[in-house]
């Protein structure tokens, strides 16, 4: 049975994601024995709102945070330095946004509700599972690389064992049990919260689709400006190239 039909055999769309997140548990639980895992930790994110973290490893050499997404006979592409990424299913072009920033404010917001336990090691693993993808500019510091894109659970597995080849402990068996337990009690749990959370997400989506409609860059909050390029006029958010992203125009 291939890894899509097991996710196709779990009870509906909106249990699915908790159901495969029990199966990646059981599964890096037998790869990574050192590690404590959770998975489907919402926490306090930004302004108020709180973040959904698919998969937290927590193991000698640090603390991985994992974002799954899942892109049944998708091609991605992507770049680290864009918040926008594609995909191409069906001969049909889909945008979304950078699975690489959305994991990046995870570990920030995990980073902060952790900051007491001292400097650890956080690692971004983004597993995009499609039929193919190619990303580019991930790693801000190639000769410390802390953040690894794949579309295989096997493939990710290997990606964290490069991530780490060569680092030494950082946390002991103590010091693992500790963080583990502290996320348990600082985690949200109950349904109202995550009622709250999926609400926010929809509420953000629509946002962004009127900030898209008003010619506002959805991320810097400015008005984009028209451009001339080398495939005709487009909007473009004023700040490039610290942000890159770009409207095509109505035309």
Known sequence: MSLFEKVKSFPSVNEMKGSFGEWMTKYYSKHFTDALILHDVLIDGGNGYTSQIDLI????????????????????????????????RGGKKYE?????????????????????????????????????????????????????????????????????????????????QEIFNFILEK?????????????????????????KNAKICPYCKTDLVLRKGKFGDFYGCPNYPKCRYTLKTDK
């Not at 929809?202 to 962004?208: D, G, L, N, P, R």
């Open 187 to 211: 985690q949200h749990h109950g349904k109202a919260v995550r009622v709250e959370h999926k609400q926010q997400v929809k509420a953000y989506k629509e946002s962004i689709e009127e900030m």
């Open 57 to 88: 490893m927590i193991g000698a050499k640090g603390i991985y945070v994992v974002e799954v997404k899942m892109f049944e006979g998708a091609k991605i592409y992507g770049n680290g330095k864009s918040n926008k990424w594609y995909y191409y």
């Open 96 to 176: 979304i946004y950078s699975p690489l920033r959305q994991n990046k404010k995870h570990v920030e917001y995990l980073k902060n509700m952790l900051s007491d336990f001292g400097e650890i090691p956080f690692y971004s693993v983004i597993t995009l599972l499609c039929d193919d993808f190619k990303v580019e500019n991930i790693n801000d510091n190639s000769q410390s690389p802390d953040t690894v894109v794949c579309n295989t659970l096997v493939s990710m597995t290997r990606g964290i064992q490069l991530l780490i080849k060569n680092k030494e402990d950082v946390l002991n068996e103590k010091n693992k």
